[in-house]
């Protein structure tokens, strides 16, 4: 290695990414629960004065959209001075011109993840010669492959069970070498030899990833045992048999995921007006105006907004799912008021915009970019977030809804859903509103729930939202996320990594 080794050094690989910390770079390519996790975690690193670098696809249209002089000062540093860099871009063109990080195509999501891992492979691991390499999710799952045949430690982080495939020679015609590291990948059938498996047998992107690496963790730990019973619908055999085996080789985890630190509306400073538990109720008013006003809906604090930040994955027809949702609950006499916004691009921002203007919907719903400055002040305008997913585990959009006082309606990950548990007034318990299956009936209940608690008096509803924010805050503790992450790569490194989580740990034991 070309560096101390008392200092590791750490590659954190990630197609997506909410911030970096200023000394850094400006960075931002997305919000999500990978992107902002990954923000947290590269964030807390750096402070503690850990080796880390990250690797990430050179968005250029995305980050150029953030055009203040500063950002695009460092954006120019970066790109012309890779050796001294902590951030270090795969350049392609097929990164430069994205309006979005993800396509609705899955080709064109290959495409990418093929050459976004052909020049972490190629170009930035030789460079850096990490000591180890923390990968995130299917885009990734190659890479702890060269890490096993490198003897690099590799940890491969689950956050969903979006997955993908391709063959050796569609891999080998990106420019990768898959020849050099065939033996460490996972492929849809018991490959004969390479020749034969080569142009008829693809690789499965996510369950290579947990083959090869050497540990593996899930953002949540109910998701680890969900996926291994069997009780998501998109969750290949495959899949299940490779968890076990490292839960059984004792290399397999759960961290509760934390959203990006800036993700508190008291210091936020991508919404209108700052709020706490405290003041929540002018605060969120404020907000809602604001965004009213923006998205061009009737400037009215007192109509109730629905957030849908992300609204279908691949278990519903999103046609058919969101028009039945959007009549549903426009139809309804008692939510006349109710406004609905959602965050869409390609062809979902299409269809909602084409059902806004068949239906003349222009005053009740109303559609902003995933990559919109607008994603944080709605989770402080709304008052409730719809998180209808199957395929991930705790997304970060129920978490940050629930730091700004917008409740969750959330998918009940078959009974087992451990962030958002029943909203009881009466008890003064519970923090949101849940639906068991995954259809618009099921959905349109809870959502019904939910317009219920809005129309309990003020001072009722204003103490539930109080207590929850509060709540919320003391339960997601960062330091905790943080801290084991640590303990996971100090276990693969067998070295400490920094003093300070040295010093923690000895001080529990004593």
Not at 297 to 307: A, G, Q, S, V
């Amino acid at each position: 290695m070309s560096h101390d080794f008392q200092k590791p050094r750490i590659l954190f690989v990630t197609p997506e990414l909410s911030s970096l910390p200023e000394e850094m770079s400006a960075l931002r390519a997305s919000y999500g629960g990978m992107a902002d996790i990954s923000a947290l975690l590269i964030s807390e690193l750096y402070e503690k004065g850990v080796d880390v670098h990250v690797a990430l696809p050179d968005y250029r249209t995305l980050f150029n959209h953030y055009d203040s002089p500063l950002f695009q000062n460092q954006l120019s540093w970066i790109r012309t001075r890779h050796n001294e860099a902590r951030v270090h871009l795969a350049e392609d063109r097929i990164f430069f011109y994205k309006k979005k990080v993800y396509s609705d195509s899955d080709q064109e999501n290959i495409s990418s993840s093929l050459s976004f891992q052909r020049e972490v492979i190629n170009s930035i691991i030789p460079r850096l010669q990490p000591d180890l390499i923390h990968c995130n999710d299917w885009m990734t799952g190659l890479i702890p492959a060269v890490a096993r045949k490198l003897g690099i430690p590799c940890l491969f982080t689950i956050h969903n069970i979006y997955n993908n495939k391709a063959l050796l020679s569609s891999i080998e015609d990106t420019g990768i070498d898959a020849a050099y590291f065939w033996q460490n990948l996972f492929f849809e059938r018991q490959p004969f030899n390479y020749e034969e498996t080569r142009s008829s047998n693809p690789v499965d992107f996510l369950a290579s990833g947990i083959f090869a690496a050497h540990f593996v963790n899930t953002a949540r730990p109910e998701f680890l045992g969900e996926m291994i019973q069997g009780l998501h619908p998109l969750v290949a055999p495959s899949i299940k048999q490779e968890l076990s085996n490292k839960v059984a080789q004792g290399c397999a985890s759960a961290i509760l995921n934390y959203p990006d630190g800036s993700c508190l509306p008291k210091n936020d400073t991508a919404i209108f007006k700052k709020y706490d538990e405290k003041t929540h109720i002018n605060g969120k008013k404020a907000n809602k105006i604001f965004i009213q006003d923006r998205l061009g809906l009737p400037k009215d604090p007192l109509k109730p907004i629905l957030f849908w930040p992300s609204c279908v994955d691949k278990v519903h027809d999103s046609s058919y799912f969101i028009s039945t949702i959007l009549y549903a609950l426009l139809s309804r006499d008692w939510h006349q008021n109710l406004e609905i916004i959602f965050t869409a691009g390609g062809t979902m921002e299409r269809l909602i915009k084409d059902t806004i203007r068949d239906f003349d919907l222009t005053n009740r719903v109303a559609v902003c970019n995933p990559e919109d400055s607008l994603l944080r002040a709605a989770y402080a305008a709304s008052d409730f977030v719809l998180v209808p997913f199957a395929v991930e585990p705790v997304s970060s959009g129920e978490i940050t809804g629930l730091l700004y006082g917008s409740l969750p309606i959330v998918y009940n990950n078959n009974g087992n859903h451990q962030t958002v548990t029943p909203l009881d007034v009466e008890k003064n318990c519970g923090n949101g509103f849940l639906f068991d299956q995954t259809d618009a009936d099921s959905l349109m209940r809870a959502i019904d729930r939910a317009m219920m608690f809005y129309n309990l008096p003020g001072d009722v509803k204003n103490h539930q939202v109080s207590r929850i924010m509060k709540q919320t805050h003391e339960r997601f503790d960062r330091a905790v996320t943080v801290e084991h992450y640590l303990f996971l790569y100090e276990k693969m490194l067998k070295h400490h990594i920094c003093e300070s989580i040295t010093e923690r740990r000895c001080d529990k034991t004593a």
